[in-house]
Antibody, heavy 120, light 107 residues
Framework: QVTLKESGPGILQPSQTLSLTCTFS??????????VGWIRQPSGKGLEWLAN???????YYNPSLKNRLTISKDTSNNQAFLKITNVDTADTATYYC????????????WGQGASVTVSS | DIQMTQSPSSMSASLGDTVTINCLAS??????LSWYQQKPGKSPKLMIY???NLEDGVPSRFSGSRSGSDYSLTINSLGYDDEGIYHC?????????FGSGTKLEIK
């Protein structure tokens, strides 16, 4: 059974760096064809894809966030990470991580989400 | 970026009805289209991938189709459990993008 769980600071101030952790089980990011994606959703709004990381450490980012994103992984501990620098109120959202299996290509299992509020 | 134009933005239907939700891609995405169902306060659940493939465990009342750059999600024999927001998603090309969502209410 594949499970994922996001964790984060809950609340942070503008200009700070947001650090999110995705802890997962049921698959390994060292296995060929496996990946983890990050997606966010402001309250009452649509989904926005942020970044993907693959088993071979290939990384892809949404250019709309310019160079503020960094995705990484720790295969030994079954974790993936996302950092967003210089946050502002527009980054307030629920952040999800999701597994991607290359055989399907889609995000087929999602975590429950971590709520993040940026406020002074 | 590939734009996914989803319609309608909301709809209301009765128990037992058949409904169709549409997504139009701004350029060719082949069959790299999926549909998610999201209930209030929950994470999205994969329903359809590859435009027409039913995810394991999803009732066969759900089906996906494609006509050119037009993609559709059809739900037959609507039940109360089908209420929620449905999102289309293209994974053909980075950056991945989503439609704006369709809120389905069961009368």
């Amino acid at each position: 059974q594949v499970t994922l769980k996001e964790s984060g600071p809950g609340i942070l101030q503008p200009s700070q760096t947001l650090s999110l952790t995705c802890t997962f089980s049921g698959f390994s990011l060292s296995t060929y064809g496996m990946g983890v994606g990050w997606i966010r959703q402001p309250s009452g709004k649509g989904l926005e894809w942020l970044a993907n990381i693959w088993w071979d450490d290939d990384k892809y980012y949404n250019p709309s966030l310019k160079n503020r994103l960094t995705i990484s992984k720790d295969t030994s501990n079954n974790q993936a990470f996302l950092k967003i620098t210089n946050v502002d109120t527009a980054d307030t959202a629920t952040y999800y991580c999701a597994r991607i299996a290359m055989v399907k290509g889609v995000m087929d299992a999602w975590g429950q989400g971590a709520s993040v509020t940026v406020s002074s | 970026d590939i734009q996914m134009t989803q319609s309608p933005s909301s709809m209301s239907a009765s128990l037992g009805d058949t409904v169709t939700i549409n997504c139009l891609a701004s350029q060719d995405i082949g069959n790299y289209l999926s549909w998610y169902q999201q209930k209030p306060g929950k994470s999205p659940k994969l329903m359809i991938y590859g435009a027409t493939n039913l995810e394991d465990g999803v009732p066969s009342r759900f089906s996906g189709s494609r006509s050119g750059s037009d993609y559709s999600l059809t739900i037959n024999s609507l039940g109360y459990d089908d209420e929620g927001i449905y999102h289309c998603h293209q994974y053909y090309e980075y950056p991945f993008t989503f439609g704006s969502g369709t809120k389905l209410e069961i009368k």
